[in-house]
């Protein structure tokens, strides 16, 4: 068991998780490392969100669900019976496709949840927490003359940085992000892309991308998967270069997909 490395922050064992009889995550397992960023890759429909929102239990809520398996974190099966949700979704953040603020001030976007985990109080310790989020989101500089304005009078590409400010906001250790960049334009892209890079030296980030190309800019290492399968789980420029599953192969180079 690779559990106790320190360079391991998530270990899923034989995950399956079922819709109804819809089959849709089959015997997956795998070995996150600590301060990486992971990729997600594979067709529509394969199972991508379905996994990543196994790792914080943000499919709990969903009717007619069954999980089963291990995802480990801190030495702790989270799908335990004595472990709470919502501190699992506190340590394991997550960022979604669609940049969705609050319908609330930039400044009550990020300081929200803070408050109501009672990590700070409201005044000078809430305000450090908002600017320090901001800065790490690479977007203080753009908001500061603003905070009371709306969250959602930003740009998208704004919006979603203020989306990463406020999941940075609750000091999560794991970062997911759902195809983050595809509702956004290529410059938008790249900076949170470069926030990425930035963010890993604190955080472990896992983001499901479509966009192949991104995973090889930004990805440590790289997961395809295949109508629930997981089919090969390497560094990413293996991943790309050297593949070793046929599956792999043909759908990077666009065979299928
Ligand atoms: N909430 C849901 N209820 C029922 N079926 C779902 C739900 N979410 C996803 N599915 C099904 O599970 C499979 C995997 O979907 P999903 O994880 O969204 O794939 P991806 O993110 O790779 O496109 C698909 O067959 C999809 O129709
Ligand atoms: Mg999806």
Redesign the pocket.
Known sequence: MKINEKNTAITVNSLNLW?GD?H?LKDVSIDIHNNQITAII?A???????FLRCLNRMNDL?DNIKIDGEIIIKNKNIYDKDVDECAVRKYVGMVFQQPNPFPKSIYNNVAYAPIKHLMVKKGSACDDLVEESLQKANLWDEVKDKLHSPGTALSGGQQQRLCIARTIAIKPNIILMDEPTSALDPISTEKIEALMLELKQEYTIII?THNMQQASRVADYTVF?HLGDLVEYDKTKNIFLNPHQQQTEDYITGRFG
Not at 44 to 50: A, I, M, V, Y
Request: net charge positive; proline share 0%.
């Open positions: 819709y819809n849709s594979g529509s429909g394969c199972g991508k969100s379905s969903i499901v998967f």
